[in-house]
């Protein structure tokens, strides 16, 4: 699983939570720990590196929304993962969430933390540049196969234009025959007349 944990916070006050660990106590206390750290209250994304994990954050708007990711996950999913649940939260729960309790959309949020969480972390497709890789490979394969038809009708169409170089030829063959038999046959009629 490549995001262990994740949460919504309003400064440090946790407003809804996930794990995907039995013990959440040492993430959340670490998480904790660096939300005291960053500075300010400018929106911001930022990665901190702990033992085998990455705790990344990505901050807007006075809300932050943080996960925690084995080391070996590439960039790009957790922070994908922290965008579609910043814009999920705050779509669901609006202005709320700047006066919310602590864990006051826990049960409700958790949820859907722990959807995301294994949908980012076992779909290869949850990452855009895998995605777009997909998209161009099917693409290729479809222009590959399209190249194919037109070569295979290509080459239909150049037998059917030697088919029909033959037949004209031939056409004209027995043009030029009839011809030679018509004045043949003028002749003998006339041979015979005269006859």
């Known amino acids: 699983m490549a995001i262990l944990y994740s949460s919504v916070t309003r400064g440090l006050v946790i ?3 996930c794990s995907a660990l039995k013990q959440t106590n040492n993430c959340s206390v670490i998480a904790y720990r660096i939300l005291e750290k960053i500075p300010g209250d400018d929106d911001t994304n930022v990665s901190y590196s702990h033992e085998q994990c990455i705790f990344h954050i990505k901050r807007v708007g006075g809300i932050t929304v943080l996960c925690v990711a084995e080391n070996t996950t590439n960039r790009r999913i957790p922070f994908a993962f922290l965008e579609d649940i910043h814009g ?6 609006g202005d709320v969430c700047y006066t919310a309790l602590a864990n006051a959309m826990n049960d409700e949020f958790s949820k859907i933390l722990s959807q995301q969480m294994q949908h980012y972390s076992r779909d290869p497709l949850a990452d ?4 777009i890789k997909e998209e161009i490979s099917q693409v290729r394969n479809v222009m590959l196969e399209n190249i194919e038809r037109v070569l ?3 080459e239909r169409l150049e ?8 037949i004209q030829g031939n056409a004209t063959c027995s043009q030029k025959n009839s011809r030679r038999f018509k004045d043949n046959n003028n002749l003998w009629w006339q041979a015979i007349k005269l006859a």
Do not use: D, H, P, Q
């Not at 999920?88 to 729960?93: E, G, H």
């Not at 855009?128 to 995605?131: D, L, S």
């Open 152 to 154: 295979e009708r290509g």
């Open 15 to 17: 407003l809804a939570e």
């Open 159 to 166: 037998m059917l234009v030697n088919k029909a170089t033959s």
């Open 128 to 131: 855009k540049i895998n995605r």
């Open 88 to 93: 999920r939260f705050m779509k669901t729960y």
